[in-house]
């Protein structure tokens, strides 16, 4: 053991949303929390999402005047989850999800934007919400996290524009009506200036929005209720003191440190998304553990789960998917370094479709992200490489973006000299310079483009849910999903398995208590976030279904460490 010891309640592994979760409920308690990062920032794989939280009945929607019958959604998630339904977790869920909200709304400074708009993924689902919801922090000035903003990660490359996040919803409608309309002119002028402005004075963007806001207004919360943050300190192992979990050995940039927890120690390290010896375990057609591209940091690389495991704690592989499937391109910069660009919103618009190899559709490309590479895994024959591609027009390029490129007035040429983006003036020769079946290819868009005419899709119903609706563009009429492809220039973008994190977890307990062999908790460990085998099977119900239970098992495990019920915030 280290000769550099230092005490305190409670270690958290892991700065997400879980981690910090757990962390800002502790602390508010009266524990004494410490959280370590492996990485050298603070966010986690948080820091890169849309921050979108599922929340059911959450006090947002009830002040809109939604107030669901807790039963609706039990029965959505029972229709969706079948057989993985766990009762006990799912209760628990709904029943401190709520809660959760109104504690950090009362007493920290993460304060919520509501959902109320946002649908459900399946629609067609008997109990399915149309709205209601959804949560995400509202948006926050990085200036109040004084020099603490310097241990924030930045918005992923990839989905932001010049280091500046885009939010879904009216902001990234002006993006995209920028050339067309003055308002969204003025709007994208405003914050563009602005961020220009931050740039200069700050080497960042201080405009938090999305999962960098989520994770800016935990650490200011962290920050006032004095909980220390120690970056560049990965856990290496965890401490047991007569069959408890007592504390984790930590490498810092100072040397080895032993962190003594009197109340135990929260995994929240992310998940194994870049762990590559599990990922060829447990993911399908990834024979090498290769085959996939994670969104995630390198830093969730599965940490928290080998941590359990030297402890006695099982992973549950037996969910529908141990993976949350993302569609995404490979970026190829200047530098040599690889992007990832995940195509969730794109995949909506009118006048994409996304083909195989044969040339042949195969989902509906307005579903949900997990939905399409599903389906892309189980259409592609085995022995194939697992790919699709999106087909345009060039009228769609300019007017929506596809992938990394963005829509006028940003140039794009760049990516087609690039590689990234294929073009064709003829739709036989843009399959030629993809691999794809030039007379599939050419049969598919015939057909589709004599349906599309009328804004009908009878082979997948495209446009036919309010979340396909809210995918596409309200502009467009009759259907905001569903235009033809028109004359060329064709284009086209390589799409491939990646992932938000992963499914497969520790196995837990309704308190986040980690479980070993025998079903019984390890006293003094807890898991949430995706170090917690999720609580949906596998399955991906609605966007910020992994956000949602993570923020709300963090805190869960917070106050279960703190010896506090989750529906009293009041301190001890």
Known sequence: MSDKIHDCDLVVVGSGAAGLSAAVTAAYHGLEVVVVEKDD????????????????????????GIDEDPETVRTYLRHELGERYDPTRIDAFLDAGPRMVSFFEAHTALQ????NAIADIHGDIPGAGTGGRSVIAAPYDGRELGKSIHKLRKTMPETAFLGMPIQAGPDLMAFLTFTRSFTSFLHVTRRFTRHLYDLARHGRAMQLINGVALIGRL???????????????????????????????????????????????????????????RRRELFPRTPSGQEHWALPPDSASGDGLRLGEAVGARVDTSLYSPVAWAPVSRVPYANGREGHFPHIIDRGKPGVIGVLANGKRFVNEAHGYYDYVDAMIKNVPEGEEVCSWLICTHRFQRRYGIGITRPAPVPFKRWIRKGYLKVGRTVEELAQSCGIDPDGLKRTIETYNVHALRGEDP?????????????????????????????????????????????????????????????????????????MASIMGGFYPAGGINLGPAMTFGYIAGCHAAGQSTDDASPQ
């Open 459 to 531: 082979e997948f119903g495209r446009g036919s849910t309010p979340y396909n609706r809210k995918q596409g563009d309200p502009a467009h009429q009759p259907n905001p999903c569903v235009a033809p492809l028109g004359r060329g220039p064709f284009y086209a973008v390589k799409v491939v398995p990646g992932c938000f994190g992963t499914f497969a977890g520790l196995k837990a307990n309704e308190h986040a208590q980690v479980l070993n062999e025998s079903g019984e908790p390890i006293p003094g460990l807890y898991a949430a976030g995706t170090d």
């Open 219 to 277: 650490a200011k919360s962290v920050d006032d209720l004095g909980v220390e943050t120690w970056v560049s300190s990965p856990a290496k192992r965890l401490i047991e003191d007569s069959e408890r979990v007592s504390g984790v050995a930590v490498e810092t940039p100072q040397g080895e440190v032993t962190l003594r927890a009197r109340r135990g120690v929260v995994l929240a390290a992310g998940g194994f998304p870049n762990d590559v010896e």
């Open 41 to 64: 920032a603070l966010g986690g794989a948080t820091a890169w999402s849309g921050g979108w939280m599922w929340v059911p009945l959450n006090p947002l929607a009830k002040r809109a």
């Open 112 to 115: 919520f934007t509501d959902g």
